[in-house]
């Protein structure tokens, strides 16, 4: 877990846990990351229906 913390927002799982201000910069930074891949899947799945259909 540690690594794959370092590796994806540079800080570590220690400092995560301990520093608010950083915990909720990764947060915002997830959360921007899921909805950038959520609006990414939903326009996969419109262009593969209407290539269906």
Do not use: C, F, P, W
Request: proline share 0%; charged share 30%; glycine share 4%.
């Amino acid at each position: 877990m540690e690594k794959a913390m370092q590796s994806s927002h540079g800080v570590g799982y220690e400092v995560y846990s301990q520093n608010h201000d950083v915990r909720m910069d990764v947060e915002r930074q997830r959360e921007q990351e899921y909805s950038e891949s959520r609006r990414i899947v939903a326009e996969y799945n419109r262009k593969l229906t209407n290539h269906l259909s």
